[in-house]
């Protein structure tokens, strides 16, 4: 199972120093991929009524960019992916996304993941154009517009939220046809999205036992769909720094936790251990290389 890092994006760390730093010692490591999370606003109002709850961070705090961040790793690194957990759609014009994400994958040499989900802060969506109760259709139309842009010499498309007549789009991105396309959530929409639209699904914080519980919805949609599940490309995002601790202080408890990940059958988890310090951050990453990985690999 690859093993992969958020890099310092938000908070006291949210600096090009911390970020570039972070990323030379990934790839001194060999980690194997980097990641980022998506908000482009935080408003100082909310209802509170959504399903993900209150946003938990203040309103100020820095929070870059997530494309940006990525094409920064980007030119510092050589060998690990570079992935999202998740673009948000609906946050960025899929046409303009489409080609940022197009030349990310062309300057990182073909190492883009691109992860996508829906969101869940009404506000922030609803600020930036999104029609919240319809953000699910919309979003499906959108990865069949990166689609579309990604692969046809002569791009047209039309759909109920985007019309696109006959364009150039290039470059195209390296990895053909394109980049993987991995979705985060596990309600129906999700899952469905997940088996008719996208190469992977990304699972986001769940204890084993809820991992698998989820799989077998995953599964069920996979069959309903005429997919095989087998195609689907698993990843699961693990908050490390949901417990208080440091990696090297949570060895055992974090390989327990991955390597159960990896029995279920997933192929790459992301370790979000994201903190207040560049060499907190340091620390666990160095735990991770020297103590975690080896340990899960003999798992």
Avoid at 95 to 104: E, G, H, I
Wanted: with cysteine; glycine share 8%; charged share 25%.
């Amino acid at each position: 199972m690859d093993i992969g890092g958020h890099l310092p994006t938000q908070g006291p760390v949210a600096t090009r120093e911390a970020l570039l730093t972070f990323c030379r010692e990934a790839e001194a490591r060999e980690i194997a991929s980097l990641w980022v999370s998506d908000h482009v606003v935080f408003p100082r109002t909310e209802t509170g009524e959504h399903p993900g709850g209150p946003f938990p961070f203040s309103s100020d705090m820095p929070y870059l960019e997530a494309v940006v961040a990525l094409a920064a790793a980007a030119t510092v690194t050589e060998r690990a992916k570079l992935g999202a957990s998740v673009f948000i759609l609906g946050h960025r014009h899929p046409v303009v996304m489409a080609k940022m994400l197009s030349t990310l994958d062309v300057l990182s040499g073909g190492r883009l993941i691109c992860g996508v989900g829906v969101g869940w802060w009404e506000e922030e969506l609803s600020l930036l154009g999104v029609p919240y109760r319809q953000r699910g259709r919309q979003a499906d139309e959108m990865i069949r517009v990166f689609k579309t842009l990604w692969t046809d010499e002569h791009p047209r498309f039309d759909g109920r939220f985007y019309t696109i007549p006959d364009v150039g789009f290039a470059p195209k991105p390296l990895q053909k046809p394109h980049p993987p396309i991995v979705v985060g959530g596990d309600s129906p929409g999700a899952f469905k999205r997940t088996v008719e639209l996208a190469d992977g699904w990304h699972a986001t914080a769940a204890t084993p036992e809820q991992a698998a519980l989820a799989l077998d919805r995953l599964r069920a949609a996979a069959e309903a769909a005429g997919r095989s599940f087998e195609s689907i490309a698993l990843s699961i995002r693990f908050n490390v720094k949901a417990a208080p601790g440091s990696v090297r202080e949570r060895r055992q408890e974090i390989v327990d936790r991955l390597a159960a990940y990896k029995a279920l059958g997933f192929g790459e988890v992301l370790l979000d251990f994201r903190r207040d310090t560049l060499d907190e951050m340091l620390d666990d990453l160095d735990a991770v290389a020297t103590e975690v990985r080896p340990a899960v690999d003999r798992a």
